[in-house]
């Protein structure tokens, strides 16, 4: 093989497009695949940062879940609590409520008691004296009876 014009021309091309790329362009494409390669590290580091940050931020809301869960196991306690108190307040009240209910009503069934027999005292009397006005009665017509027969026949 022959080393001509043409080869040498290309070598030469070559060369030259070997030394303007590595003075112009080669350095232009390190230095974007330099930036590229930070800007993805600092991509990096902050993803990293996210997620323990994140995970952080999950332990504080998880700590602050557990602490609204006890605040309100708390409050149902103190809710159950509270219902049983006013319950018994509740039956206590409905307890003496009923005492008074009762004793009015064994007081009015007294006095109505008291009336009923006093009334029957009433209506008794009445009676007995009814009966006895009716036996002197009875009694006096035969006495009568019995003197004007004795007048009479003189018996």
């Excluded at 931020?57 to 602050?64: D, F, G, H, L, P």
């Excluded at 009334?119 to 009676?127: A, V």
Aim: with cysteine; aromatic share 8%; proline share 1%.
């Amino acid at each position: 093989m022959k080393i001509n014009a043409t080869i040498l021309g290309q070598t030469i091309s070559f060369f030259l497009f070997v030394f303007f790329c590595a003075k112009y362009i080669w350095p232009n494409i390190i230095r974007s695949i330099k930036i590229r390669q930070e800007e993805i590290d600092k991509s990096f580091k902050l993803a990293k940062n996210i997620k323990i940050r994140s995970l952080e931020i999950e332990k504080i809301a998880q700590n602050k879940i557990n602490m609204a869960n006890k605040k309100a196991i708390k409050i149902l306690e103190n809710a159950q609590s509270d219902r049983i108190l006013i319950l018994e307040a509740a039956i206590l009240n409905a307890e003496q409520k009923r005492k008074v209910i009762v004793a009015e009503g064994i007081k009015k069934l007294n006095l109505k008691k008291n009336k009923i027999l006093t009334d029957l005292q009433k209506e008794t009397s009445n009676l007995s004296i009814f009966i006895a006005k009716k036996i002197l009665k009875e009694y006096v017509k035969k006495n009568n009876v019995n003197k004007i027969f004795e007048k009479k026949f003189k018996i």
